[in-house]
């Protein structure tokens, strides 16, 4: 998991990307746009007990899977949590999908299992943005997105993606989640595919006030995957 090796570098990419922040490239996400997220059950963080057949999944219980984990605490993820430094607000992150692709590589990375076994053990949550919003764009697929990082000087898109050093990431996160009007960011993920290194997805990051709820966002359904390839599929509903 990568960590911040160096404040010193989370700092300067912090200041330099609100400084620019003005020439952000950004993305609108419509609403109704489909977001998943992975996640383990069974983990004392993240429970979500599998209902029994023809029930549904408590979306009371679900909801607060959207209260992000980290913020002012340290959970190694890329784009937020603490800044090391009083100065720079503290940030926390909702990790979402909208392809696939993206989803199966980072399980691949953290099981350790091929492709079609890597979300064995975990829930996915199906979900959909209640309205539209703005978010910062830096996918390679994005000319203007690898413009900003040129202009930001230095290595700055090889330092983002550092699988080890998420010091700059974290940096950048961290200045669009202070912006207030921006609400996440959409960038690739850096684990590759075991078919292709070109066949990456990209992550959203919804940002959030440490604690707190990320906004905007209805839970529809809950797949469980277990030993068998296709999943077990539930409605996610109240209580």
Not at 61 to 69: D, R, S, V
Not at 168 to 193: D, F, H, K, P, Y
Request: with cysteine.
């Amino acid at each position: 998991m990568p960590t911040v090796e160096r404040p010193a570098a989370l700092a300067a990419a912090y200041a330099t990307a609100k400084r620019k922040m003005d020439d952000m490239p950004t993305v609108l996400l419509q609403s109704g746009t489909t977001l998943f997220r992975s996640f383990n059950p069974n983990s004392a963080y993240t429970l979500l007990p599998k209902p029994q057949p023809g029930k549904h999944v408590s979306k009371s219980q679900a909801n607060k899977l959207l209260i992000p984990g980290d913020g002012l605490r340290e959970l190694n993820n890329r784009f937020s949590g603490p800044s090391y430094d009083p100065a720079i607000p503290a940030a926390a992150g909702l990790y979402c999908v909208q392809q696939q692709q993206a989803l199966v590589n980072e399980s691949m990375h953290y099981s350790h299992k091929v492709g079609v076994w890597a979300l064995s053990g975990r829930c996915v949550l199906k979900m959909r943005l209640m309205g539209s919003i703005l978010v910062a764009d830096l996918s390679p697929h994005n000319p203007r997105g690898l413009r900003f990082l040129r202009e930001m000087g230095g290595e700055t898109w090889d330092e983002m993606v550092d699988p080890k050093d998420c010091s700059v990431a974290r940096g950048i996160g961290l200045a669009i989640a202070e912006t207030g009007v921006l609400r996440g960011l959409s960038v690739q993920t850096v684990r590759e595919s075991e078919r292709s290194a070109e066949e990456r997805g990209d992550n959203l990051v919804l940002f959030t006030a440490p604690g707190q709820t990320v906004p905007g966002i209805y839970i529809e359904e809950a797949y469980y995957y277990g030993k068998r390839y296709d999943p077990e599929i539930f409605p996610v509903e109240f209580p």
